[in-house]
């Protein structure tokens, strides 16, 4: 586990396989995959910190739009995916406060 071909996330994310080699090989020149042609792709341990921090951006923000009430699930993941890429660290934990407050 831990390994995907570009094939397969170029499927996955509905976008052209050039795409996905494309930014492969600056995910490799950025140091956070390794890969070789026609083989696997797998995160680095930079990289997997960076998907780290990401997925936890993502579930705080999640939480919060859930905190303050919105109802569907899908559209708190869905906002989500916008705010978390441009929220400050100091939004985040504000964020956090407004889960961990008892309701």
Do not use: C, N
Not at 69 to 80: F, K, L, N, P, V
């Amino acid at each position: 586990m831990g390994e995907a071909r570009a094939v397969d996330i170029a499927q996955r994310l509905g976008v052209a396989h050039p795409t996905v080699v494309k930014t492969i090989a600056r995910l490799r020149r950025e140091g956070l995959v390794s890969s070789q042609p026609y083989r696997a792709i797998f995160l680095t341990e930079k990289g997997k910190e960076l998907a780290a921090r990401s997925r936890w951006r993502h579930e705080v923000v999640v939480g919060f739009l859930r905190a303050i009430g919105i109802s569907e699930e899908e559209t708190a993941e869905r906002d989500a995916e916008g705010i978390e890429h441009h929220v400050s660290d100091e939004t985040l934990a504000a964020f956090e406060r407004v889960i961990a407050a008892p309701r």
